[in-house]
């Protein structure tokens, strides 16, 4: 059974940082991409940055400049580095892999708060 695990979140203040890591459990078949979201209360989830096995990256035009998603392919391992935080990063931040393609799949974590206050 897959299973994604997520650490990191927290409470911080304004232009702080935060480091999420999400750890994949019995994937057999390597994720084509792995990635964070996040959901605001009263917000749809939306993307934040996604990292393909090929190293690739893709981030919201929120999180550019700012964030940085990095992924260990050997580990089956993504993490989110996020500086300068605003009180508009808060929200749930959730893991994904997903893959497409033979022994296709899309997993989510469990979601980690994140609330940028002072």
């Known amino acids: 059974q897959v299973q994604l695990a997520e650490s990191g979140g927290g409470l911080v203040q304004p232009g702080g940082s935060l480091r999420l890591s999400c750890a994949a459990s019995?994937?057999?078949?390597?994720?084509?991409?792995m990635g964070w979201y996040r959901q605001a209360p009263g917000k749809q989830r939306e993307l934040v940055a996604t990292?393909?096995?090929?190293?690739?990256?893709n981030y919201a035009d929120s999180a550019k400049g700012r964030f940085t998603i990095s992924r260990d392919n050997a580990k089956n391992t993504v993490d989110l580095q996020m500086n300068s935080l605003k009180p508009e990063d808060t929200a749930v931040y959730y893991c994904?892999?997903?893959?497409?393609?033979?022994?296709?799949?899309?997993?989510w974590g469990q979601g980690t708060q994140v609330t940028v206050s002072s």
């Open positions: 019995g994937i057999i078949f390597s994720p084509n991409a």
């Open positions: 994904n892999a997903r893959r497409s393609g033979i022994g296709d799949y899309d997993y």
């Open positions: 990292a393909t096995s090929g190293g690739d990256t």
